[in-house]
């Protein structure tokens, strides 16, 4: 049975870009979360999205948005790179909204230059 | 406001040599408290979750117990491939249900 699963796994953009990471969840779960995980820190929530719809929202910037497809995959954007972008990002997926048991990706590891 | 502290934040333990990992926070509302290990460049790996005073979780050679203020991860017997980051996090109800709040973790070594 297929974890999580987030595309691409490594990713360097340039300040000022776009950028956009995917996350497939675990077959029957509904709700995808995405933190961002700085160097030596615990990971931080960006948004959640169950049902398709957003449940929750971090405190991040205009910049981060996201979305829920049909199928319960999500994709996270950030527009307008920062050097302080940098980090990796982590999707995780569970059954319900109350992420009682969420599962994490592999994540992907975002570089800005 | 919210917390969660992990100590130490490091820890170096010989195989074979029992220890405990600390989390205490202060969130209201507590959901659940959460546990989860990662190998460096990877996801966490979820190990347990636990719901309220009292309860006890184990697996292999960890066990996870819950106070009102605080759990502890101990690791009895550790071995080398024990070695990792272990995370701990929270979760509320109410308005913030499904978001977790992590600690900055320990980081475990334990050598032959």
């Known amino acids: 049975d297929a974890g999580v699963t987030q595309s691409p796994t490594h990713l360097i953009k340039t300040r000022g870009q776009h950028v956009t990471l995917r996350c497939s969840p675990i077959?029957?779960?509904?709700?995808v979360s995405w933190y961002q995980q700085v160097l030596g820190q615990g990971p931080q929530f960006i948004f959640q999205?169950?049902?398709?719809?957003?449940?929750g929202r971090g405190n991040f910037p205009d910049r981060f948005s996201a979305r829920q497809f049909p199928n319960y995959s999500s994709e996270l954007n950030v527009n307008a790179l920062l050097l302080g972008d940098s980090a990796l990002y982590l999707c995780a997926s569970s059954l319900d909204r109350t992420n009682t048991e969420a599962f994490f990706g592999q994540g992907t590891r975002l570089t800005v230059v | 406001e919210d917390q969660v502290t992990q100590s130490p934040e490091a820890l170096r333990l010989q195989e074979g040599e029992s220890s405990s990992l600390n989390c205490s926070y202060t969130?209201?509302?507590?959901?659940?408290l959460f546990w989860y290990r990662q190998d460096p460049g990877k996801g966490p790996e979820f190990l347990f979750t636990?719901?309220?005073a009292g309860e006890e979780k184990e697996k292999e050679r960890l066990k996870a117990t819950l106070t009102k203020k605080e759990s502890f991860l101990h690791i009895t017997a550790p071995k080398p491939e024990d070695s990792a980051t272990y995370l701990c996090?929270?979760?509320?109800?109410?308005?913030?249900?499904?978001?977790?709040?992590f600690g900055r973790g320990t980081q475990l070594t334990v050598w032959p």
């Open positions: 636990l719901y309220s």
């Open positions: 996090a929270v979760g509320r109800g109410g308005s913030t249900l499904g978001r977790l709040y």
């Open positions: 969130v209201s509302g507590l959901r659940g």
């Open positions: 999205y169950y049902e398709k719809e957003e449940r």
């Open positions: 077959s029957g779960h509904k709700s």
